[in-house]
């Protein structure tokens, strides 16, 4: 069994504006690097055996803040943030989110990386865990639709589920167990 703590990036210059930021490359700013900082010291990272990370900046620096040298970073591209398309840079709407995260419309609209397509890479990243890295403890540092994915495929959902129910914050680590 795997114990996985999964964590978002802290906050960037996009996070505060309410710009959608996907896979635009976006660095953390002062108050990301801050909280993260934070995060750091309040919590007992002692027993990570690895930390996996997408390779978006925001992330990255945000494992090597967390990490400090103490254990291995290794970038992994299903960790990437959910494609949103022609949105990305534009401001969140809340009927557009309900909409992409509508399990039945499996949206693609914009060129965005549908819910369905999303859930399936993080199944895939879970499966690639398993086969990897069995019974290791693992820092997962990754984006909040993603988080989002990896989360319902870790407690299960079916098309009635409202993924909307839980959002990822900004440097906060979540536990899991994946068996």
């Not at 490359?25 to 990570?48: F, H, M, Q, R, Y």
């Not at 997408?54 to 960790?79: C, G, H, M, W």
């Not at 397509?117 to 019974?135: G, Q, V």
């Not at 407690?155 to 900004?170: K, M, R, V």
Request: charged share 30%; with cysteine.
């Amino acid at each position: 069994m795997n114990t996985l703590f999964i964590t978002r990036h802290g906050k960037t210059d996009w996070n505060l504006e309410g710009l959608i930021q996907g896979s635009v490359d976006i660095p953390l700013n002062d108050i990301g690097k801050s909280e993260v900082l934070e995060l750091a010291k309040s919590s007992d990272l002692t027993n990570i055996d690895i930390c996996l990370s997408s390779p978006l900046k925001r992330a990255y620096e945000t494992a090597q803040i967390l990490s400090d040298s103490k254990f291995q970073i290794i970038v992994n591209e299903l960790l990437v943030e959910r494609g949103f398309g022609n949105l990305e840079g534009t401001k969140n709407n809340d009927d557009l989110v309900k909409k992409e995260w509508d399990y039945s419309i499996n949206d693609k609209s914009f060129n965005i990386e549908s819910i369905k397509e999303c859930l399936k890479r993080a199944k895939t990243f879970l499966e690639y865990i398993k086969k990897e890295y069995p019974d290791k403890t693992i820092l997962i540092v990754s984006h909040a639709a993603f988080i989002k994915a990896l989360h319902y495929n870790l407690i299960g959902y079916d098309e009635n589920t409202d993924f909307l129910d839980f959002n990822p914050q900004n440097a906060k680590i979540y536990k899991y167990y994946l068996k």
